[in-house]
T-cell receptor
Framework: DGGITQSPKYLFRKEGQNVTLSCEQNLNHDAMYWYRQDPGQGLRLIYY???????QKGDIAEGYSVSREKKESFPLTVTSAQKNPTAFYLC??????????????FGPGTRLTVL | AQSVTQLGSHVSVSEGALVLLRCNYSSSVPPYLFWYVQYPNQGLQLLLK??????LVKGINGFEAEFKKSETSFHLTKPSAHMSDAAEYFCAVSPMNTGFQKLVFGTGTRLLVSP
């Protein structure tokens, strides 16, 4: 079955540590996205990528980094510079038709908790 | 900048009653409009979207939404609620003709369905 997988489902981090969240898709989509979800705030865009080896900052990129070395993979690193990293992180992908009508498909999410 | 307002962080209905979830957008040019649903601890799933054409859009699970340009609204409705409809619903917009989709989400409305 085609889809998006995120791992791990739950992640615990000590303050000062960097952690990497995995996102893999087998939908052959060009575009991939990372969102952060906090209660009562909806989803906010962290980073997005339209093509391999290229990515752009979203609205809240500070304290995060990404890479896009393969079309199917878009890992997110939460660095120690992120002051409040506890949140639910969602990865998404879409066919990039060059318009803004594309449907984004979401993974099941990773819940990160800083201890 | 575009924004989305979802009135009511929580909406409660009885099983079999009409569901109405409100969404208003702020944009000088009508954007593309989306409704997503999120079940607990899961990713988001597209319910429906408006891009062009008929302003009444039908989606999955019996939901529909009507784009009203004069009211800058895209409210989501379902004639008869099921217990399985209990979830969080997000309205989102994407500006037209930017060459790439960048969704802006509302803060979400949690739908509670009682027997």
């Amino acid at each position: 079955d085609g889809g998006i997988t995120q791992s791990p489902k739950y992640l615990f981090r000590k303050e000062g540590q960097n952690v990497t969240l995995s996102c893999e898709q087998n939908l052959n989509h060009d575009a991939m996205y990372w969102y952060r979800q906090d209660p009562g705030q909806g989803l906010r865009l962290i980073y997005y990528s339209q093509i391999v080896n290229d990515f752009q900052k979203g609205d809240i990129a500070e304290g995060y980094s990404v890479s896009r070395e393969k079309k199917e993979s878009f890992p997110l690193t939460v660095t120690s510079a992120q002051k409040n990293p506890t949140a639910f992180y969602l990865c998404a992908s879409s066919i990039d038709t060059g318009t803004s009508t594309d449907t984004q498909y979401f993974g099941p999410g990773t819940r990160l908790t800083v201890l | 900048a575009q924004s989305v307002t979802q009135l009511g962080s929580h909406v409660s209905v009885s099983e079999g009653a009409l569901v109405l979830l409100r969404c208003n957008y702020s944009s000088s040019v009508p954007p593309y409009l989306f409704w997503y649903v999120q079940y607990p601890n899961q990713g988001l799933q597209l319910l429906l979207k408006y891009t062009t054409g008929a302003t009444l859009v039908k989606g999955i699970n019996g939901f529909e939404a009507e784009f009203k340009k004069s009211e800058t609204s895209f409210h989501l409705t379902k004639p008869s609620a099921h217990m399985s409809d209990a979830a969080e619903y997000f309205c989102a917009v994407s500006p037209m003709n930017t060459g790439f989709q960048k969704l802006v989400f509302g803060t979400g409305t949690r739908l509670l369905v009682s027997p």
